[in-house]
Structure formats: structure tokens, C-alpha cells
């Protein structure tokens, strides 16, 4: 199924923008010139996702104000498409402005925390955000064994979905984003039975943790004496030591991931599944009553 770039879809790409700073700038002879034409691309990247995530969510509203949906697609996708796209894009903006491909500064552990917490629920809204379109589908169009399964057993990928005759077509046509769902499944995802994803504050020189170690044995000290002015003084101290390498972690046994372009690349991914999906279900709204 295809798109004109009305949905921008092109641009939830990264290597749309990386191609294009290919094309337009030589490379390779200054590193600092590099680095900032990487950093224009992943930004552009980032713009792109978010235009064409808001995208996605203005047209999933006016979907559903369309009407024709069952009552329990409606539900899937009023309840859980559009409060998980919501969260998703307000979680996405507020990274950003932590977070956006050149900086440097460490994190304060406060920012550490909030951007953790954002990413987590990125990644758990994604994988969410797949099984409400399953469902909306399934409850839209499939067949009446297909709506009867266990909440388990259905999902876009799984299947029992592709093997209802009325939703071969989309299954089809999502078929192709199955590799990257199983790798965000098996190398992103913070469900309960697995890690949360986390944000290190900041990457350290081998004379840098010296210096932490050291800090963190006269913080512990003036906790035990519960001097806590000097505490938060050598708190903020800390905070400055160090440079900030926009990196996430998952399992530590696995590898680590750069926020960018892995977080919008598979934001992107999941964009072109929603405006698959919401295609579908508009071809198969039920048709409009007569006007009174």
C-alpha cells in the first residue's frame, strides 16, 4: 500500500535525511563539519516523525467522527489508538527538549529520570498502540471466530490475523513490518517481565570517574551527617562532570541503542502501520444512514 507524501511519510525515514546531507556536503574532510551534518539530519529526522505523527492522530480523530465503526472497533480505537497516540506524541516533544542530537551538558539525575520515564512509555505505547489496531480491525471487519479469539492469540502479526479471509489484505500489506516489531519486542521493550529502558546522564573519562568516586564518598558523608546543603552542593558538582552521549539501555546484556535515529525511526515505522491500518478501516466503515 502506498502514500503520497501528504502523510509525509518519506520524511519518518532517517535514511531520507541522511541521503540528503550525502548529496549536498562533502564528507569526510572535517570531522566537526560531519558531526553537524549528521546532527542536521537526525534533526530534520526528528521534525519529520513529529509532523507525521500528528498527522496520523488528526486523522485518526476525524475517522472516528466519520462514525460507521461497531461499537467495540469504536471503543478499540477512541480508547486506545488515540489516548496511546496522545501520550506518545507528548512523551516525543517533551524528550526533545531535553534531548536533541547535539547536546553535550550532562543530564541532571531529575532530567535522567523524566527522559527515562518518557522513553519507557514510547515503547510501551508503540507495541500497545499495535494490538488496539489489531483489535479495531478485527472488530471492524473480521470474521465473527476471528472477534471470538483469546486477547492473546490476536495481534497484527500473529496468525490467527492473517488468517481471516476478510483481513488477508492488510495482513498482507503489514506483513513487511514484522522484523522490526520482533526487534523492538525482543530489544526494546519495557514490559513488566522485562528491563526498563534507561538514559545514562552522562559518559565519563577514566579521570572523570576518579573524580566521581570521589564525590560520591564526601556526598555519602555529608548524608550520614545529614548535611544536606553541602549534600546538594556536591550534588549539582557531580551533575557537571562528564558528557552527555544520547544512548539507551536496555537489558545489560545487550547492545546499546542511540536515541537518535532509533526512537524516531521506530516511531516512523509504527506511523506507516497506523496509516495502513486507518486506510483499511476506512475503506470498510459501515456506510452512512439517509439524512432525515
Known amino acids: 500500500m502506498e ?97 536533541m542530537p547535539d547536546r553535550a551538558v550532562p543530564l541532571t539525575m531529575e532530567q535522567s529520570d523524566e527522559v527515562c520515564r518518557d522513553l519507557n512509555a514510547i515503547y510501551v505505547n508503540i507495541l500497545g498502540l499495535l494490538d488496539n489496531y489489531a483489535w479495531t480491525i478485527v472488530h471492524q471487519v473480521g470474521n465473527a471466530s476471528t472477534q471470538a479469539a483469546k486477547p492473546l492469540a490476536i495481534s497484527i502479526f500473529k496468525p490467527a490475523f492473517a488468517a481471516d479471509p476478510a483481513l488477508s489484505s492488510v495482513a498482507l500489506t503489514l506483513a513487511p513490518f514484522s522484523t522490526w516489531e520482533t526487534d523492538v519486542k525482543k530489544r526494546r521493550n519495557p514490559a513488566a517481565h522485562r528491563m526498563p529502558l534507561y538514559v545514562p546522564p552522562a559518559g565519563y573519562e577514566p579521570e572523570a570517574v576518579e573524580a566521581l568516586r570521589d564525590l560520591d564518598q564526601l556526598i555519602s558523608t555529608a548524608l550520614r551527617e545529614q548535611d544536606f546543603d553541602t549534600m546538594r552542593n556536591l550534588q549539582r558538582k557531580r551533575e557537571r562532570i562528564g558528557i552527555f552521549i544520547p544512548i539507551f539501555a536496555h537489558d545489560p546484556g545487550e547492545e546499546i541503542n542511540d536515541i537518535y535515529p532509533t526512537l524516531p525511526q521506530d516511531l516512523g515505522q509504527m506511523v506507516k502501520i497506523g496509516r495502513i491500518a486507518q486506510t483499511f478501516l476506512r475503506a470498510h466503515l459501515a456506510p452512512a444512514g439517509p439524512l432525515p
Request: net charge negative; hydrophobic share 45%.
Open 3 to 99: 502514500f503520497d507524501d501528504q502523510y509525509g511519510i518519506r520524511e519518518v525515514e532517517f535514511s531520507v535525511h541522511a541521503g540528503q546531507a550525502e548529496r549536498l556536503f562533502v564528507r569526510g574532510k572535517n570531522a566537526e563539519n560531519d558531526r553537524y551534518f549528521d546532527n542536521q539530519a537526525r534533526e530534520n529526522h526528528i521534525y519529520g516523525v513529529n509532523n507525521a505523527l500528528n498527522q496520523l492522530l488528526g486523522d485518526a480523530a476525524v475517522l472516528i467522527e466519520l462514525g460507521g465503526f461497531t461499537q467495540t472497533a469504536e471503543y478499540f480505537m477512541r480508547f486506545g489508538v488515540l489516548r496511546r497516540l496522545r501520550m506518545m506524541i507528548a512523551a516525543f516533544r517533551n524528550l526533545q527538549s531535553i534531548i
